[in-house]
Nanobody, 124 residues
Framework: QVQLVESGGGLVQAGGSLRLSCAASGRIFSWDTLGWFRQAPGKERENVATITWSGGSTYYADSVKGRFTISRDIAKSTVDLQMNSLKPEDTAVYLC?????????????????WGQGTQVTVSS
């Protein structure tokens, strides 16, 4: 079993930055994948970025490429999402998810564990 706890959300003006952190505990192997997702009201959950625990493979949605960076710290057992040049359309609840192994991005049903989410609001 894996437990995930997000932190770091908040209110920021457009063009600003935020750093989200996901504290992960439990059995996690180098070939497993952790990801950041977001869900805005009335919209489907979107896969924003993922990283394998080994750090060898990352994925970014087109909407965040060049602005967001995902990283993991094995010693701290955290997966962070650095978000720069934020836009109002980035406003959503951001969630951390875990899936055993790896595979094509966006397959939310493969993710077995989720955090409670943290709100990110970007004002214009």
């Amino acid at each position: 079993q894996v437990q995930l706890v997000e932190s770091g959300g908040g209110l920021v003006q457009a063009g600003g930055s935020l750093r989200l952190s996901c504290a992960a505990s439990g059995r996690i192997f180098s070939w497993d994948t952790l990801g950041w997702f977001r869900q805005a009201p009335g919209k489907e959950r979107e896969n924003v970025a993922t990283i394998t625990w080994s750090g060898g493979s990352t994925y970014y949605a087109d909407s965040v490429k060049g602005r967001f960076t995902i990283s993991r710290d094995i010693a701290k057992s955290t997966v962070d999402l650095q978000m720069n040049s934020l836009k109002p359309e980035d406003t959503a609840v951001y969630l951390c998810g875990f899936r055993a192994g790896s595979g094509p991005p966006g397959r939310l049903l493969k993710y077995d564990y989720w955090g409670q989410g943290t709100q990110v609001t970007v004002s214009s």
